[in-house]
């Protein structure tokens, strides 16, 4: 990884020198990517009020807060710059890159990989998040369903949850028997050593969280109707089995911490902080380079004087729910 220290921001009002350039839309442009932030956080402030509600934080904790809520905006986006670049690198190079995220409910996974992969180009990043198996899928060899979504040259693929299921939740609600266990983890470190040898990077990522920090996130996860459909019944299970869920943990990281795929564990109790160490410690396994970028040009439109824009049917437009905004003109 190049060093990211050295900020990044988008060019400021002054600095741009083309003549036809709309300042004040360039700035209003920006406010909506910080709106479009702060969006992304709203489902985190019925946490942060259910807290204040509950006896804490204290005023010190008040601050220290809101002190790195702005460090966690200025840095999200110097290493989302950082995450493009390094996407383009992959892409330019060939590189296959598959990072597997894995960790015990609520432990901050998601939000993790949706600030990963916020900004990038979907058809070089994508996500894998599988189902439960089939019928006919369980009757396959183990790793089968995965290997479709393995990477090619030129892709990252992030996994929501990996084959590691049959070291967790399989283990832990009895989906698998002891014998297939013991199998996968006799096949686990072939399988692994099959993709790093075909050129696949290979990082794995544990997400840990403290029982205390689960159970909070799961009551809040009750009462907001913005993440009520995350509770699912295995979901309430690991509250029930967190003994079990550690010892089926404490297993898979002992057994699969192979020297060609470690384990990196992320303590997500904070899940700002959580997200920028991921984030941070990902650029930093990867050997990517800046690569230049070719001045771009935009060229003029072409003007037809004899082409007149067909007016839109009033019966295909939607209603304007929150009347027109100032300036808005209509289509030409």
Known sequence: MTDPSPPHRPATAREIQHPDFPIQRLQDELSDELDAEFE????????????????????????????????????????????????????????????????????GKGGAIKRITQRLNPRVCRVTALPAPSELEKTQLYFQRYVPHLPSGGEMVL?????????????????????????????????????????????????????EEQEFRFLCRV???????????????????????????ERMLRETNFDFAPWHVVAGNHKKRARLNCMRHLLEQIPYEHLPQEPVEIPPRIHHPDYHREPVPGAMKIPDYYGPAAGDRPES
Request: glycine residues 4%.
């Open 40 to 107: 992304q956080d709203l489902e985190e402030l019925f946490e942060e009020k259910v807290r204040r509600e509950h006896g804490g934080p204290t005023l010190e904790e008040e601050r220290e807060n809101r002190e790195f809520r702005l460090l966690y905006f200025r840095e999200l986006r110097r290493l989302q710059i950082e995450l493009i670049r390094m996407q383009d690198w992959i892409q330019e190079t060939g590189y296959k890159l598959a990072v597997l995220f894995e960790g015990r409910d609520a432990a």
């Open 159 to 211: 996994f929501d949850r990996s084959w590691y299921n049959r070291a967790g939740v399989e283990t832990v609600m009895g989906f698998a028997t002891p014998e297939q266990v013991d199998q996968f983890y006799e096949d686990v470190p072939l399988f692994e050593k099959l993709l790093t040898n075909a050129g696949i990077h290979l990082i794995k990522y544990w997400f840990s969280i403290e029982d």
């Open 223 to 249: 009462y907001d109707p913005l993440k009520q459909w995350k509770l699912s019944p295995m979901d309430l299970q690991s509250r029930a089995r967190w003994e079990d869920y550690t010892k089926a943990k």
